[in-house]
């Protein structure tokens, strides 16, 4: 229902709210995809920072190997091209993640529900200054610059017995 003032739907307001049952760190999902995160909630509101938003970081992995990565959002990276791209980093250099890999959410993530789609890997290098990491880009596959609507999946991610006592 509302957006920031960028072409980009970095952090939003949908029009469910905690009378729906939606509550913070709740996890947003559109066209399959991963979109965010629930931050705050009114009673008929909720406001969502999106993964493209540039304090978003995503634990992730490979589909296919489990070999971890970090997802980062890069509003100026979104911006610069015709494809939508965000930062993949923190990968091994031995890892085997290559271009067009579905990329998922961690089990080890704290918010994020373990399996959900972030996107595809594309342009994995080594990294020249240490030769000891990768790094790339990921398009998402969420369409960032045309949400309509969006899906909140209201199973929070369970912290453990000790962070939910």
Same mark, same amino acid.
């Given at each position: 229902i509302?957006? +920031?003032?960028?072409s980009?739907?970095?952090?939003?307001?949908?029009?469910? #709210? /905690?009378? +729906?049952?939606?509550?913070?760190?709740?996890?947003?999902i559109? &066209?399959g995809?991963?979109?965010g995160?629930?931050?705050?909630? #009114?009673?008929?509101?909720?406001?969502v920072? /999106?993964?493209?938003?540039?304090?978003? =970081?995503?634990? !992730?992995?490979t589909?296919? @190997?489990?070999d971890?990565?970090?997802?980062?959002? +890069?509003?100026?990276?979104m911006? $610069?091209?015709?494809?939508?791209?965000?930062?993949?980093s923190?990968?091994?250099?031995?890892? $085997?993640?290559?271009? &067009?890999?579905m990329?998922?959410?961690? =089990?080890i993530? &704290?918010?994020f529900l373990? &399996?959900?789609l972030?996107?595809? !890997?594309?342009d994995? @290098?080594? +990294?020249?200054?240490? =030769?000891?990491?990768?790094?790339?880009?990921?398009?998402? !596959?969420?369409?960032?610059?045309?949400?309509?609507?969006?899906?909140?999946?209201?199973?929070?991610?369970?912290?453990?017995?000790?962070l939910?006592?």
């Open positions: 509302a957006k +920031d003032s960028s980009w739907f970095s952090v939003f307001r949908i029009d469910k #709210g /905690s009378d +729906d049952g939606i509550k913070e760190d709740m996890n947003v559109a &066209g995809g991963l979109v995160i629930v931050t705050d909630v #009114g009673a008929n509101y909720a406001t920072r /999106s993964i493209i938003d540039d304090s978003s =970081n995503v634990s !992730a992995m589909l296919s @190997t489990s971890t990565c970090i997802v980062k959002g +890069d509003l100026e990276l911006s $610069d091209g015709h494809i939508q791209l965000m930062q993949l923190y990968m091994e250099k031995d890892d $085997d993640i290559k271009d &067009g890999d990329i998922v959410t961690s =089990n993530s &704290g918010k373990p &399996g959900l972030v996107g595809y !890997a594309t994995i @290098t080594v +990294d020249y200054n240490d =030769n000891l990491t990768k790094s790339g880009y990921l398009i998402p !596959a969420a369409r960032f610059d045309r949400l309509q609507e969006v899906l909140v999946i209201t199973d929070l991610k369970d912290a453990g017995p000790e939910n006592e």
